[in-house]
């Protein structure tokens, strides 16, 4: 397998730092692993490992101190073939073009698994926000969303908060667009303030995703809710929130690990305690009443549900084969290698993948996007009930396929994806 994602790896992208253990070589493999099963749709797939757009973009701006400082954005847009590019952009210090072109191409799987009417895209500006201050963040973000104008729109792609952005990023850049355009469009972009066209509920939708998704799944694995203890790695805008609604329902948060430390306690972490201990003091380490652990023993705690809800590649081989839970559901978008997946398999260990468990996000976006349009809002109730009842039927689907065709979640989620993305691809036809 790594052979063949080496050489699907240097197949017409040789620009891309030659890393096949990367994010970008971890979903080429999975595109190869889907590949089988696609039937005659198989011949298109190679189109699923080319980014249909990549724009790379200076991002220079006047810092406090005077000075220029120069930082490097990125924004992808793997495929158009089902509907307008749509996914979110992050601000880190680890953000690479194979990094963004990875998460575009898993918003392009994600999207079509659930059946929203977008294709794939992601952004990232390379940057530590820690270092910067606001007035410096809103300057990247003006500047950047000037560099990638000509690239996004409410009918193009549409951007959203991803890692360390959020609903005044949003506003930014909502503003940027229309004061470049003359245009108040307020659905370029999604996960805005709500004064200014956004959708009650997004801001907790991705972790409350993958809560509903959670529960249908420990529901289908005869796992129980009441008392289920849960592992949380990640205590940021996804983490925290499942971390809390789990902890309402009866769950025991038995630990939680952040980019710092990591906090333990086989009786339960009060979530919304430690999340306000985390916010004062700049991570979860020294929560009064839990032991802190070191980073990598979080891996070792015993639990019945493991949510990574951090950055990509976490769940290593070697990881995957200590933890003890019986189901992992995946807040973070690829935080699982190809390796670790054959070894959770081989251990009985379900996946509930990136692609279906955190699509709670994109799809309340969704719902803001056509609450923009029409310019007509709803109830946070509707809103939830809409996501829920959209989650559940797809993971029927992708728990339907993977029964019927004796293949793990993910590869399930893939095929129900790629069959869509291709279709649409075909149904298209090449220009000119
Ligand atoms: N960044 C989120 C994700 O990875 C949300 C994307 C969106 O709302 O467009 O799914």
Redesign the pocket.
Known sequence: MADNRASAFYAGLSFVRPDPTGPWGTFLEQIERVTPYLGALAEGAETLRRPKRTLIVDVPIEMDDGSTGHFEGFRVQHSLSRGPG???VRFHPGVTLEEVMA?AGW?TI?NAAVNLPFGGAKGGVRLDPKKLSRKEIERVTRRYTSEIGGIIGPQQD?????VNTDAQVMAWMMDTYAMNTGLANTGVV??KPINLGGSLGRAAA?GRGVFVIGCDAMRRLGVALEGARVAVQGFGNVGSVAAALFAEAGAKIVAVQDSRAAVANPSGLPAAALLAHARNNGGVAGFPGAETIEREAFWDIACDVLIPAALEGQLTAARASRITARLVLEGA?GPTLPEADDVLAGRGITVVPDVIC??G??TV?YFEWVQDFASYFWTEEEINERLAKILRGALRHIWETADLRKVSLRTAAFIVACERVLTAHIERGLYP
């Open positions: 749509k996914g979110g998460l918003m994600k549409i951007p959203a908060p991803d999604t996960g991705t978008n955190n699509a996000g994109v976006s």
